[in-house]
């Protein structure tokens, strides 16, 4: 009986896991805990019949000082436990590498400019079938062999099957997908286990018996059996959870053939698993999903990366609503008829909300605006938003455009300041509950008041956005500080234009309103759906915590006698 196996874990197996854990806590949904739990259970469960052949047969020996004595199915449980390490952390780094990664905008099935390389990768799944199944018939000639190729061929006879029927199944996802998406957590993992095993081997804690394997090392110490052992689980972890998020993508993008937007997580595995045979699929309702992240992505990065803490088609949705919103916005601000841009967008709801105008739309859309806003116009999911929050968005746009006018504030008044965070935030907030609410699988006992929580929310994370962006405003000949609030410093709008640090010096006032409001509604965050709260609490706390940076900025003297003075005169 010894310890050295389990110190190992100790030193160099837990911590990382622990840390991995730690970081992608406050991420995880539980569509991630049903990832993590499927792949331990198929990776303990398949590696378990090949390892105890291994030792039955003499192939891996661990003498017995390095060892509790703990076994199952002759595997010792210190063995039994890095099947579950291993893969647990390379699940984690797949996990967050893939975090912001929108699966169903990579599937060569909706995004057009893939479907341009489907020949392409038909050509790389049948080489690459060619080439694992060449290698797991040598690797079958070796264990017929036997003597020194015996762990090499085990090895393959194992692996093979299983990476060539997720390259099979998963082959147009696992090329289509950015490479960083697959190499890191295959490669990432397998070079800190080549050293953890390295040192293991280094030290004795485990060996392969002489006359089974290849006597070649890589580097001192290191078998190259090990070295192949390590990249090629890694590879099968990686590859087993990319097929997994390719089932889900078919399933979230394709509501016409899998109509249930948040099935049970066993309905959606067998959802996902009937995607992967599909052959035909429709032109759906998220075709148009690559250019709306397009858009996200050259406009609001930082909104791109929060949708990752949704799932299944309430994330597509958000990111449709947004481009939406971040095309209409634009379309007014860089339009030099900005009236007659507002007015087609309010012509463009009339047809949306009018059933028996919904085939004009398209053709409306293509003739009144430019190219590059159709696909956010026509993706907006209007089927779950009610047409009164989407007027009253172009409402606050419409308050944007007062400022264009020599001498006009629209701002004058803190109502003023709550009226146009109400049409641009408030709204959203509303529209974001909307759809949390449509897609979720549970009720919930009082969505009237999470409707008021949400747009009060909204309107604190604009005041944020506004005492951020006070500056980047004032360029824009925008002041959106109050002209009632400037007066009672002697100031005036224009002041803030011609110098933006004396809209800054009410930073803290408007940071103390956003904070105001988020208590009073971040209780309601709570009474979402289950699986809507995690993304919210982080969406909203990492928007917050901008605003508590912000006020955390030392005060300038004359930002505290400007406080002070407006204290005074309340």
């Known amino acids: 009986m010894g310890t050295d196996y389990l110190l190992v874990h100790v030193k160099y197996t837990v911590p990382p896991a622990v840390l991995l854990s730690i970081l992608y806590r406050p991420l995880q949904t539980r569509l991630d805990t049903c990832k993590i739990l499927f792949l331990?259970?198929?990776?303990?469960?398949?590696?378990?019949?090949?390892?105890?052949?291994?030792?039955?047969?003499?192939?891996?020996?661990?003498?017995?000082?390095?060892?509790?004595?703990?076994?199952?199915?002759?595997?010792?449980?210190?063995?039994?436990?890095?099947?579950?390490?291993?893969?647990?952390?390379?699940?984690?780094?797949?996990?967050?590498?893939?975090?912001?990664?929108?699966?169903?905008?990579?599937?060569?099935?909706?995004?057009?400019?893939?479907?341009?390389?489907?020949?392409?990768?038909?050509?790389?799944?049948?080489?690459?079938?060619?080439?694992?199944?060449?290698?797991?018939?040598?690797?079958?000639?070796?264990?017929?062999?036997?003597?020194?190729?015996?762990?090499?061929?085990?090895?393959?006879?194992?692996?093979?099957?299983?990476?060539?029927?997720?390259?099979?199944?998963?082959?147009?996802?696992?090329?289509?997908?950015?490479?960083?998406?697959?190499?890191?957590?295959?490669?990432?993992?397998?070079?800190?286990?080549w050293v953890v095993d390295t040192l293991a081997l280094r030290r004795g804690t485990w060996a392969i018996t002489p006359g089974t394997k290849l006597n070649y090392q890589p580097w001192p110490h290191m078998e190259i059996e090990e070295v192949v052992f390590f990249l090629t689980t890694n590879v099968l972890i990686t590859f087993g959870l990319v097929c997994f998020d390719y089932a889900v993508a078919l399933t979230t993008a394709f509501p016409s053939l899998f109509p249930e937007s948040q099935p049970p997580l066993h309905k959606q595995l067998l959802f996902g698993i009937s995607a992967l045979f599909t052959c035909k699929f429709p032109r759906d309702a998220y075709h148009s999903l690559p250019e709306c992240i397009a858009i996200l992505r050259a406009k609001s990065r930082s909104f791109y990366l929060a949708s990752g803490v949704f799932e299944g088609r309430l994330r597509l949705d958000l990111i449709s609503l947004y481009s939406f919103c971040r095309a209409a916005d634009d379309l007014i601000d860089d339009s030099p008829t900005p009236a007659q841009s507002l007015e087609r967008l309010r012509l463009l709801l009339e047809i949306i909300y009018t059933p028996s105008r919904a085939d004009t739309k398209e053709g409306f859309v293509r003739s009144m605006f430019p190219a590059w806003a159709h696909t956010p116009l026509l993706a907006l999911p209007s089927q779950h938003i009610p047409r009164k929050l989407l007027d009253e968005l172009l409402d606050g746009f419409e308050m944007d455009m007062g400022f264009s006018s020599v001498g006009n504030w629209p701002i004058a008044t803190y109502s003023d300041l709550e009226r146009y965070a109400h049409y641009v935030a408030g709204t959203v907030g509303e529209m974001f509950t909307h759809l949390v609410l449509a897609h979720s699988f549970s009720s919930v006992s009082s969505p009237s008041h999470i409707l008021a929580d949400a747009e009060k929310m909204g309107r604190a994370l604009q005041y944020v956005n506004i005492s951020r962006d006070i500056r980047k405003d004032a360029a824009m000949h925008r002041v959106y500080v109050p002209a009632a609030w400037l007066k009672e410093a002697r100031f005036t709008p224009e002041d803030v234009v011609r110098r933006p640090e004396v809209g800054e010096r009410f930073r803290g006032r408007l940071l103390e309103k956003a904070e105001v409001l988020y208590r009073e509604s971040r209780a309601a965050i709570e009474q979402l759906p289950v699986e809507a709260r995690g993304g919210a609490r982080v969406a909203v706390e990492a928007y917050m915590d901008i605003g508590r940076r912000l006020g955390m900025r030392r005060q300038s003297k004359l930002e505290r006698a400007a406080r002070a003075w407006s204290v005074m005169r309340r």
């Open 40 to 193: 331990l259970a198929i990776a303990v469960l398949s590696t378990i019949p090949w390892d105890s052949y291994l030792i039955a047969n003499n192939v891996w020996t661990y003498p017995p000082g390095a060892v509790i004595g703990l076994t199952l199915f002759r595997i010792p449980i210190e063995e039994l436990f890095f099947f579950f390490v291993q893969t647990y952390i390379t699940t984690l780094i797949y996990l967050l590498v893939n975090k912001a990664t929108v699966h169903a905008a990579y599937l060569t099935e909706i995004n057009d400019s893939a479907k341009a390389q489907v020949t392409k990768l038909r050509v790389a799944e049948a080489a690459g079938a060619v080439l694992l199944a060449g290698l797991l018939f040598e690797a079958a000639d070796m264990v017929r062999s036997g003597g020194e190729g015996t762990y090499m061929g085990l090895l393959g006879v194992w692996a093979g099957p299983f990476l060539l029927g997720l390259w099979v199944l998963a082959y147009r996802h696992i090329l289509s997908l950015p490479l960083p998406n697959t190499l890191v957590p295959a490669l990432l993992p397998t070079v800190y286990f």
